[in-house]
């Protein structure tokens, strides 16, 4: 089986600072993979790069075996990949529901006019109900978004990411912030998706999270991939361990 998503020698460069170098992996389509690493890897700069945030300096990024090169937010969301952000931000004064239906985009939106003639239309409405019935935010619809707990706005983040309709999905530090019940809901939430045929590349403080919800993990330390495998191999690596708590002289 072809990987869905291909990392390939992957660098980024800021006027001489090197977020990332030469980061090489690959996910398979149905997969859980961790990505994770000290505050400054570079994991969410990765994930600016997959999405067309940021163009790549040097590598290559495949999806479904085509270069993302080169290619806008817009263009690379159209192919099959959503994103949710680490800062969660609905938009101010507009319902749940509605925000969901701000991000079917495209889909329903081709211009500008006609936006305004099919916002509120009734297959728009229907498909935004169904995207908060599959996070569980069904009974928070008519509310206004900036009102809700993080642990809900976490969710609405993510029913705006699966508007694109999306194979393949980024959760940046889904858990941020979150309790313990509702770190618990977000694990189901996700496995759930999953379950569904969703595909999860997912950026995580949280360690617990990561390694009861990953099948397997990607660890970055000033932008170089330093180790890759299953959650109890990652556990008791050397690298992995110094990489978080540092070396012993440096304490």
């Given amino acids: 089986m ?12 800021f006027e001489g600072l090197k977020a990332l170098e030469k980061v090489s992996f690959v996910m398979k389509k149905g997969e859980i993979l961790g990505l994770i690493g000290p505050n400054g890897a570079g994991k969410t700069t990765l994930f600016n790069l997959i999405t067309g945030s940021f163009p790549l300096t040097e590598g290559t990024i495949r999806y479904k075996g085509k270069s993302l090169s ?13 994103r949710t952000f680490q800062l969660v931000r609905p938009f101010k004064g507009l319902t749940v529901v509605e925000n969901v239906m701000v991000a079917l985009g495209a889909s329903h939106y081709p211009s500008f006019l006609a936006s305004a003639a099919r916002f509120r239309s009734e297959t728009t409405v229907s498909e935004a109900e169904d995207l908060l ?7 928070y619809a008519a509310q206004k978004a900036e009102n809700l707990p993080l642990g809900l706005k976490k969710r609405l983040e993510i029913a705006r990411a699966l508007a694109l309709h999306p ?4 959760l940046d530090e889904p858990a941020g912030g979150l309790r313990t019940e509702e770190m618990e809901q977000l694990i189901d939430l996700v496995r759930r ?3 569904e045929g969703m595909t999860v590349l997912v950026i995580e403080h949280n360690m617990p999270v990561v390694m009861e919800l990953c099948e397997r993990i990607v660890v970055l330390d000033h932008g170089i991939k330093i180790a890759e495998g299953p959650p ?5 690596n050397p690298q992995v361990i110094e990489a978080y ?4 002289e440096d304490a």
Avoid: F, H, T
């Fill in 167 to 170: 194979e393949l999905i980024l």
């Fill in 193 to 195: 998706l999953n379950g």
């Fill in 133 to 139: 019935s599959r996070v569980g935010l069904s009974k």
């Fill in 2 to 13: 072809k990987p869905l998503l291909e990392i390939d020698s992957v660098s980024k460069y």
């Fill in 70 to 82: 080169g290619l806008g937010p817009s263009k690379v969301a159209a192919m099959g990949i959503g």
């Fill in 245 to 248: 708590l540092g070396r012993e």
């Fill in 232 to 236: 109890e191999e990652i556990r008791e």
